[in-house]
């Protein structure tokens, strides 16, 4: 008896959603991703899709009916779309937005993943209200045809046997290949997250991937800075309230991250409301320190396996981060050159650091130990910084020289500029791990020793010379800082003042906006897109999709 109630248990708990029986039969790894990985998109076609149904409810409101039905035994559940009953026959519809595939002879035919929907949606009925149903239909709206499906034997058997295999899928852990139908992936709301064109090219170096990947995410990044401001929530808007200042009111739709600054407060409402949205909120000291952010991941916990898994083998981590090393150290040797093509005279001392650079990144390869590694990093390093100097124009005021790098707090303007850039780069770097679904204290190189993640401290190390040295290189350059005004000097310790910061976070987000190629997929995005795409790239060096990432150095 106990071990017939355990079966029913484990029957009722792996029904699937017809709409997932619909991914599978239009792609396995599509499939995979929403089920196991449990990574959802929500795209125009999605949206538009549900306005169709809300416009059909409200059109012929009382002439349709939707119904839920769930069945253990047969392994799924699902809402029926809509309802009619012609000469007491029940007949299931399934509406579909777009256009009905043709066959040779352009007669009109249902898709294979919409015919198999509706056949399971008949199935369900049968099996849950003990009634025979002879046929389902699907009405594409872009055309207005309207398809019968009959309801056989066969098409019952090949209903079970799709569940069947989905539920198989279900237990692996392994992600399957990207489809050979490269047209599905293009109409594939999930096409960001999966990212089948750069898979094609991890597999083939001669392949011409199309961008698939988001080009920009418009939303907007708030900053709070004033002390003692609060974020609440009303309805599906953030209320934003300063001292002194009518209260600011942002849809939520247009935000993708909230950063709070200082002592500056958010209501239990609004952290729900925004990690419900899976926006991100970060917190920053008035030191310009990054603390911490908040953890938006939802499941995806066969994902921090997979990650886990690979991320605990020495030899692949060395991997990794050999190339971490040469991407930071040849985008900070390139810097160095561009800055050399500026100078009016020849200056020895950028020179020899230059070529140094090049004979310690020679080395590289050969590296047998993470510890070598580290070395050879801090030899990088010191060669960096110690040529930064040479660079920066003569007309720049002294207090906005650079000696030498120092932090935790750091000494000189200079300094102060990296250090909060920095800050804010390991904010965004976390946003992405996040939205992405791993776990940052799972990194490959750098190892647990402050608040900041492992895996953030990782991932930033690519993108530390082009979204944070060449901002503050360029803007010390060009004039553009007040030395009395945009900072705070406290004693010894030196920190951006709140009109310093103001000024940083708009060049710094300016910067985000811009576009680079890729020197891989050969695609341009904006830097900001970047940022989330080499994650996502990282993430592929374990799923069989290896080659990809740590490609982004300075040109």
């Not at 500026?342 to 993470?370: F, G, H």
Request: charged share 30%; net charge neutral.
């Amino acid at each position: 008896m106990l071990a017939t109630d355990l079966n029913y248990y484990q029957e009722k708990e792996t029904t699937l959603r017809v709409s997932a029986l619909h991914a599978f039969a239009y792609c396995p790894r599509l499939f995979y991703l929403e089920e196991v990985e449990e990574l959802y998109t929500q795209d125009a076609s999605v949206f538009a899709g549900r306005r169709l149904h809300e416009e059909l409810e409200e059109k012929e409101e009382g002439e349709w009916q939707d119904l839920y039905l769930e069945d253990e035994y047969l392994g799924l559940r699902g809402r029926v779309d809509a309802l009619k009953t012609f000469h007491g026959e029940i007949i299931p519809y399934e509406h579909k937005r777009g256009k009905c595939y043709r066959d040779k002879e352009k007669q009109p035919q249902p898709w294979e993943s919409d015919k198999l929907q509706i056949l399971a949606y008949c199935c369900l009925i049968e099996a849950s209200l003990g009634v025979v149903v002879k046929e389902g239909r699907i009405l594409y709206h872009a055309d207005n045809v309207l398809i019968h499906i009959p309801v056989d034997d066969d098409a019952r058997q090949w209903v079970k046997d799709t569940i069947q295999q989905a539920r198989e899928l279900r237990k692996s852990v392994h992600r399957p290949p990207v489809t050979n139908n490269e047209y599905l992936c293009s109409r594939c709301s999930l096409a960001p997250v999966c990212l089948p064109e750069e898979a094609r090219l991890a597999h083939n170096k001669e392949w011409q991937p199309i961008r698939l990947f988001p080009q920009d995410d418009e939303r907007d990044i708030i900053h709070i800075l004033e002390p003692g401001t609060r974020i609440g929530r009303t309805g599906e808007q953030l209320k934003i309230t300063r001292r002194n200042e009518p209260d600011e009111k942002v849809s939520i739709q247009q935000v993708g991250q909230v950063v709070l600054h200082s002592f500056s407060q958010i209501s239990t409402q609004a952290v729900h409301f925004l990690t419900y949205k899976q926006v991100g909120i970060h917190f920053i000291s008035g030191g310009g320190r990054y603390i911490g952010s908040v953890d938006t991941r939802n499941g995806s916990i066969q994902r921090r396996i997979n990650q886990y898994q690979a991320l605990t083998k020495p030899e692949f981590c060395l991997e990794l981060a050999k190339k971490l090393v040469n991407c930071r150290g040849e985008g900070q040797r390139k810097l160095l050159m561009r800055g050399k093509r500026n100078l009016v005279s020849k200056c020895e001392e950028l020179d020899y650091a230059i070529t140094q650079m090049k004979k310690v990144l020679r080395q590289v390869p050969k590296v047998d130990s993470l510890s070598s590694l580290l070395g050879i990093e801090g030899n990088l390093a010191a060669l960096y910084f110690g040529a930064l100097p040479q660079i920066i124009t003569k007309n720049v005021p002294s207090e906005l020289h650079f000696a030498t790098r120092n932090r935790r707090p750091p000494k000189d303007r200079f300094n102060a500029l990296l250090s909060f850039g920095y800050s804010l780069l390991i904010k965004d770097v976390m946003n992405s791990i996040f939205t992405i679904g791993l776990e940052p204290a799972f990194g490959f190189y750098h190892q647990p020793r402050t608040q900041a993640s492992p895996l953030a401290l990782d991932l930033m190390e690519i993108f530390r010379v082009p979204l944070v040295d060449m901002v503050v290189l360029a803007s010390v350059n060009r004039l553009q800082w007040d030395i009395t005004e945009d900072f705070d000097i406290r004693g010894k310790q030196v920190w951006l003042s709140d009109v310093g910061r103001k000024k940083f976070i708009a060049l710094y987000e300016k910067r985000k906006t811009e576009t680079w190629k890729h020197p891989i997929t050969g695609y341009s995005l904006t830097y900001r897109r970047l940022l989330e795409l080499e994650v996502r790239l990282l993430e592929k060096e374990w799923c069989g999709e290896s080659g990809l990432f740590g490609h982004l150095v300075l040109r």
